[in-house]
């Protein structure tokens, strides 16, 4: 892997958050978390530059971080969500629902939220026109979304994970590679390989292949835009 690459969609990311930070004050963001790889990057990062704008450790705190509960969750995430809040010092609002009426609540729960932090990636299914910063369309809840990760590809990802040593959670030891929910997600058959007569897979980082990312996925439903771009993508 390119390292060097990597460390320019690290710079460009934190560009993307500070421009947010300058147009909106900090209670009018808020980050969509929801376990995955991706949101786990956005966190980390984000506070990476709280922490630098306002010269404190304590800023995360502030951060309002929201996680959006898919039908029939995993345990592993809904443990990792648990385990992020000790480690970065922060509240996680858990909400769930169907996506565009638990977005209409986050909104109407806090009125000074003028906009969301998303872990979307341009190599996500319908993302590739979108921009770092796009108001939703007209017939969804009315917000800026941001999408700092938009040129991070997925050895990117797991490189700043492995590297920086930030938690991620643990079905992605067991060869699951983008994560939805229980009904729609299983390990990726390209990171199988047979242990005394048993399938096993190796882990997530693992993956030669990016394209393959989302194999052990199935459908979703939900949209934030007439893209059909999921929010719930890992």
Not at 112 to 140: C, Y
Request: charged share 25%; with cysteine; aromatic share 10%.
């Amino acid at each position: 892997m390119d390292i060097q690459n990597v460390e320019t969609v690290i710079e460009e990311s934190k560009q993307v958050l500070e421009e947010c930070f300058n147009l909106f004050q900090l209670e009018e963001v808020f980050l969509c978390f929801n376990g995955g790889k991706d949101c786990t990057v956005l966190l980390d990062l984000t506070i990476s530059v709280l922490k630098t704008k306002f010269k404190t450790n304590d800023v995360a705190k502030d951060l309002k971080v929201v996680y959006i509960q898919t039908k029939g969750p995993f345990i592993e995430i809904e443990e990792f969500v648990k385990e992020i809040e000790l480690y970065y010092g922060i509240e996680i609002v858990v909400m769930g629902g169907e996506l565009k009426t638990t977005l209409q609540r986050i909104l109407e729960s806090d009125k000074r939220i003028r906009a969301g932090l998303m872990g979307t990636r341009r190599t996500d299914p319908h993302s590739e026109k979108l921009v770092f910063m796009q108001k939703t369309d007209p017939n969804w809840p009315q917000m800026m979304r941001v999408s700092p990760l938009l040129n991070w590809n997925y050895h990117q990802i797991w490189n700043y994970i492995l590297q920086r040593k930030v938690p991620y959670c643990k079905l992605y030891d067991r060869g699951y590679t983008s994560i939805g929910s229980i009904y729609n997600t299983l390990p990726n058959k390209s990171l199988a390989f047979t242990d005394d007569g048993r399938t096993m897979y190796h882990p997530a980082w693992m993956l030669a292949d990016a394209g393959l990312e989302r194999a052990g996925r199935g459908p979703t439903n939900g949209h934030i835009n007439n893209t059909e771009n999921q929010i719930d993508h890992l």
